[in-house]
């Protein structure tokens, strides 16, 4: 295990068993004498872990009393999923309390992943400035939407809606019950039953004109039915019970050099071809985000055999180019 792995153990190790001897340490982390030494000596010189050697126990542990025994140790050696994972947390959570409704139950939180981030308040803002995630076309969500919508997710409650279908522009008023909130691609949705037309739907937060939580308890639907119904096929439009098809896209040896590292879909089929090319595979029920996805690559990429999809992209292709006509 690398060295950031060890100092995970050793953390788990030492809040477990409270005091734990030094060859005990050396046998669960599988290192040589010299590299525990150089371990411990590390964390409690570079990283202020207040780590004792404790004559009695004739082992270590955390110094009993200190306020940083109570704590994570610092975040400085998280992996780069984890740093990511953090702040984007910390991210979401700043960006969506716009009018201080929120700020009450999310204060804690934040203090949290803030205290997670580094070992002190001036280190945890440093780290935050030097790593930095850029998001774009963000759809901004009404706090008290947000915490309306959240609230009933939990308490397991019926909302009413007044929802606006971009689509065909129209404005429908709806009951659900509220099943999964889902952050996808920088927008917020609601996963929820609509009793309306008796079956599962996707809203779009920034798309509800009004909302007002009700007495009735919500239907409860199982994740994995949720899943099954809502994220099989691609992208935000996975779902909607329809039959799922399988696109397959050939991108050119350029192009492939960047996809070929790109994950479309957890379900995806891809491979090499011989002239250089990258052919995916992935399924879908309703075209229009992955048609999206397609275009943005133009020229670089070739829609092969789904007639129906090659169509599509084709047409939009002519009526983009009589633009610039």
């Avoid at 009793?195 to 939580?213: M, N, P, T, W």
Wanted: aromatic residues 8%.
């Amino acid at each position: 295990m690398d060295r950031t792995e060890r100092f995970y153990k050793i953390e788990l190790l030492l809040r477990s068993r409270g005091c734990v001897s030094f060859e005990t340490l050396r046998e669960e982390l599988d290192v040589s004498r010299a590299t525990l030494k150089r371990d411990l000596q590390y964390l409690r010189d570079r990283l202020s872990a207040p780590i004792v050697y404790d004559r009695f126990d004739n082992g270590y542990r955390f110094e009993a009393g200190s306020a940083k025994s109570r704590q994570e140790l610092p975040g400085i050696w998280f992996s780069e999923q984890e740093i990511h994972a953090l702040l984007t947390m910390h991210q979401l959570l700043a960006g969506l309390d716009d009018d201080g409704v929120l700020s009450r139950h999310l204060q804690p939180m934040m203090d949290k992943l803030q205290g997670m981030l580094g070992a002190d308040e001036s280190e945890a803002r440093e780290l935050m400035r030097r790593v930095k995630l850029i998001s774009t076309a963000r759809r901004r969500v009404p706090s008290r939407h947000f915490e309306l919508l959240g609230s009933a997710l939990v308490q397991r409650r019926r909302v009413w809606l007044r929802y606006f279908k971009r689509s065909d522009r129209s404005v429908s008023v709806r009951e659900v019950s509220p099943q999964r909130l889902v952050n996808y691609r920088n927008t917020w949705y609601l996963d929820a039953w609509c009793h309306a037309s008796d079956g599962l739907r996707r809203f779009a937060l920034d798309a509800v004109q009004e909302a007002k939580a009700l007495e009735a308890r919500a239907r409860q639907v199982a994740v994995k039915d949720l899943e099954a119904e809502l994220d099989a096929g691609y992208g935000i439009y996975g779902g909607r019970g329809a039959k799922l098809k399988w696109a397959t896209l050939r991108f050119g040896s350029e192009a492939a050099q960047w996809v070929s590292h790109e994950e479309w879909h957890a379900e995806q089929k891809a491979r090499w071809l011989a002239d250089g090319r990258y052919e995916l595979q992935v399924p879908y029920s309703d075209p229009t985000e992955l048609a999206m996805d397609i275009l943005r690559h133009g020229d670089s990429v070739e829609v092969v055999g789904d007639k129906a999809l090659v169509a599509s992209i084709a047409e939009r292709l002519r009526r983009a180019a009589r633009l610039y006509a």
